[in-house]
């Protein structure tokens, strides 16, 4: 498995501006596909965004779309996060994860970073 480092959370103001990132190591960076998760108290895991191994593809929930950026740089096997116009519903922990090209499975995850957003 691939193992991922996430950092850049912390407390920001509502439609104020945080860039995550996460960090893999152990596999070829490029073999993988790259999702970014958020799990906010008493609520399920959700999926926030996800790109493919090139970068090529991205797919967003609705509740950021035009909010979020998720991209990657394979030289540095590091996926980003940006995200802004940061609402209070957005306070969470981040995780980011990892699936084989072309596995719908996200078997390896990192540790999770905080994200509070103030209202």
């Known amino acids: 498995q691939v193992q991922l480092v996430e950092s850049g959370g912390g407390l920001v103001q509502t439609g104020g501006s945080l860039r995550l990132s996460c960090a893999a190591s152990?596999?070829?960076?490029?073999?993988?596909?790259m999702g970014w998760f958020r799990q906010a108290p008493g609520k399920e895991r959700e999926l926030v965004a996800a790109?493919?191994?090139?970068?090529?593809?991205?797919t967003y929930a609705d509740s950021v779309k035009g909010r979020f950026t998720i991209s990657r740089n394979n030289a540095k096997d590091t996926v980003y996060l940006q995200m802004n116009s940061l609402k209070p519903e957005d306070t969470a922990v981040y995780y980011c994860?990892?699936?084989?090209?072309?596995?719908?499975?996200?078997?390896?995850w990192g540790q999770g970073t905080q994200v509070t957003v103030s209202s």
């Open positions: 152990g596999r070829p960076f490029s073999r993988y596909g």
């Open positions: 994860a990892a699936r084989p090209a072309g596995s719908p499975i996200f078997g390896s």
């Open positions: 790109i493919n191994w090139s970068g090529g593809s991205t």
